[in-house]
């Protein structure tokens, strides 16, 4: 069952990041919402944290160039990698941007229902992270009960055990 919502977790969020990411990047998917977040990316690279510390701007271009390609990067992992590690870390990344991108909407002043997307999806990323959490645990212990399952049924044939109950049951003859 577990598996089953990592799995659609997984793909879900694949496809909504490949998507998003895919409207930072080009005006095809629809040109209105590329030249509104063409405009909101020249407000979060203003506020972007590294820049006052490091004294270094930020090109709005860049910025929305590299979070759309990081979550299109990310969403295509997620939805098509099968390997666990790759998969972990693509979401890894993910939870990071979307804590960047909640800051950047509160350092901007946007009201809460600009903010909420960015909230909704860092905890549906961060469910994901524990419900696979869960499952490699349960895996393990499964594992390590099958271990000593085993090893204790080698104690019972080793060729000692055997040999002191065939001399028991010789006795009793």
Request: aromatic share 10%; charged share 25%.
């Amino acid at each position: 069952m577990a598996s089953i919502v990592l799995k659609s977790l997984s793909v879900l969020l694949g496809i909504f990041f490949i998507f998003v990411g895919a409207t930072k990047l080009t005006p095809k998917i629809s040109k209105e919402l590329h030249k509104d977040l063409r405009k909101e990316f020249a407000r979060y690279s203003k506020v972007f944290p590294l820049s006052q510390t490091l004294e270094f701007k930020i090109p709005s271009k860049w910025y929305r160039r590299t979070v759309g390609g990081l979550e299109v990067l990310c969403g295509f992992c997620l939805t098509f990698i099968p390997s666990k590690r790759i998969k972990q870390a693509a979401n890894l990344v993910l939870v990071i941007m979307m804590l960047f991108a909640t800051y950047n909407h509160w350092m901007v002043g946007d009201k809460f229902e600009r903010l909420a997307p960015s909230l909704v999806f860092f905890f549906m990323l961060t469910c994901r992270m524990i419900v696979e959490y869960q499952i490699k645990r349960k895996e393990k212990q499964d594992k390590n009960k099958a271990s000593s399952n085993d090893s204790a049924k080698n104690a019972d044939t080793s060729p000692a055990a055997t040999s002191v109950s065939n001399t028991k049951s010789k006795k009793a003859d």
